[in-house]
């Protein structure tokens, strides 16, 4: 399932040249936010895309030292269907 959830996070990735790095390991994974072109870290994305997920009944975490990093941490009871709704809300 982790893997599944990597993959998809990672496809969704390719087409946000913000998203800097998508890295995780089993159902634990993040997505590193930088402006595209200095690799700043984008707080701000990070702050947007939590906001935009909430609107779709997903909670999301931040970290990093700069609140950079977005943390997908679904329960271990998360279903396949579950995960690609997480994927699609927020790619």
């Known amino acids: 399932m982790g893997e599944r959830l ?4 990672e496809s969704a990735a ?3 040249a913000s998203v800097a790095e998508v890295r995780g390991r089993g159902l634990m994974v993040a997505l590193e936010l930088a402006d595209p072109e200095t690799l700043a870290p984008r707080a701000d994305l990070a702050k947007g895309l939590l906001s935009a997920a909430l609107e779709e009944h ?9 609140s950079q990093v977005v943390r997908v941490m679904p329960p271990l009871v998360t279903t396949a269907d579950e995960i690609g709704l997480a994927v699609e809300a927020i790619g």
């Open 58 to 66: 997903l909670l999301l975490l931040t970290c990093g030292p700069w």
């Open 6 to 9: 990597l993959r998809g996070l």
């Open 14 to 16: 390719a087409d946000h």
